[in-house]
């Protein structure tokens, strides 16, 4: 499956976007998707990551209560709305597909690892101005 990234620009700081993922080549409802960020000079971060269908969602508690992870189905597509978006928010941002997982984890560590996600998309720039 092939992951297309979209929807970083440059917002303010208490503003919002919204970022979208949709897949091609399979269809991404066989795939646990998760949404992580990398900003210059540090590690990749785990952002969020939501279930098959969607009734299950896991946030970093950096982003707990400010960031929603959406998906839909139908359309291939998963999404991640910020909002009161601050400037360590900043990064470029991934979405990922775990092809290989078969049980929701109980504990959200299992899914915050980049290495348990297969497949990557190419990254979209969030730029936060304050």
């Known amino acids: 499956v092939q992951l297309q990234a979209s929807g970083g620009g440059l917002v303010q700081a208490g503003g919002f976007l919204r970022l979208s993922c949709v897949a091609s080549?399979?269809?991404?409802?066989?795939?646990?998707m998760g949404w992580f960020r990398q900003a210059p000079g540090k590690e990749r971060e785990f952002v969020g990551v939501i279930s098959w269908s969607g009734d299950t969602v896991y946030y970093s508690d950096s982003v707990q209560g400010r960031f929603a992870i959406s998906r839909d189905n139908a359309e291939n597509a998963v999404y991640l709305q910020m909002n009161s978006l601050k400037a360590e928010d900043a990064a470029v941002y991934f979405c990922?597909?775990?092809?290989?997982?078969?049980?929701?984890?109980?504990?959200?560590?299992?899914?915050?690892?980049?290495?348990?996600?297969?497949?990557w998309g190419q990254g979209t720039l969030v730029t936060v101005s304050s």
């Open positions: 080549g399979g269809t991404l409802s066989r795939y646990v």
């Open positions: 990922a597909a775990d092809r290989d997982r078969a049980v929701w984890p109980a504990r959200r560590s299992e899914v915050m690892q980049a290495t348990e996600y297969e497949y």
